[in-house]
């Protein structure tokens, strides 16, 4: 029996969503997939932003409903049912769900956002002379079911950021300055 057989990999497009049961664990072999849940009342809840190396699934994220949702193409890797997760895995994941639980406290929106769009920049992002390049593809809607709030608000304080120069987030730029991730550095850090 080949291995491909064993561990077979998918190509998924941007939007795709990926229903997932309770003992299959996916690798992200290539692109951003966020993981998803429902609340009572029907809305979005996002769990994780996942980059390629993640592993993800309900077995290591212990929600259900769980369903995975590509933001870019991708490729992911179905794990055998026997495969053992590391401790070293279970810290990054487990650092990733704090730090965006942090984020989703802060109190002031614009706080929320600014902090967001850094931890994104320094997860997601190339530097550049002045900052750094969000190469991940967020809409304010995602952004919005994210930090916890809604898109009209996103878009509001995202037009204040600019205007500030914290941030350019308009067509295809996604950019925060390094003034604005000088200010959340400490936290960066541990994150």
């Not at 939007?15 to 664990?25: A, E, F, G, Q, Y």
């Not at 794990?79 to 989703?104: F, S």
């Not at 406290?105 to 530097?127: D, I, M, T, Y």
């Amino acid at each position: 029996m080949s291995s491909q057989l064993l561990q077979p990999s998918y190509r998924f497009k941007r939007r795709d969503r990926i229903s997932v049961d309770t003992c299959t664990l996916w690798q992200v072999r290539s692109g951003l997939v966020r993981t998803i849940t429902w609340n009572q009342e029907g809305d979005v809840v996002p769990l994780g932003l996942w980059s390629p190396g993640s592993i993800i699934g309900v077995p290591i994220s212990q929600v259900e409903p769980c369903e995975l949702q590509c933001l870019s193409t991708g490729e992911l890797e179905r794990l055998p049912l026997d495969y053992a997760l590391t401790v070293d895995m279970l810290l990054k994941h487990t650092a990733q769900v704090n730090r965006l639980l942090q984020i989703m406290h802060c109190r002031q929106v614009q706080e929320r956002l600014l902090q967001f769009s850094c931890w994104l920049a320094e997860n997601f992002g190339q530097p550049t002379s002045h900052g750094r390049l969000i190469i991940v593809r967020l809409t304010h809607q995602e952004i919005a079911e994210t930090i916890g709030t809604s898109r009209v608000t996103i878009t509001r304080f995202i037009k204040q950021l600019e205007a500030e120069g914290l941030m350019r987030w308009s067509g295809r730029e996604r950019f925060v300055s390094n003034r604005a991730l000088k200010t959340f550095q400490k936290e960066l850090m541990i994150a």
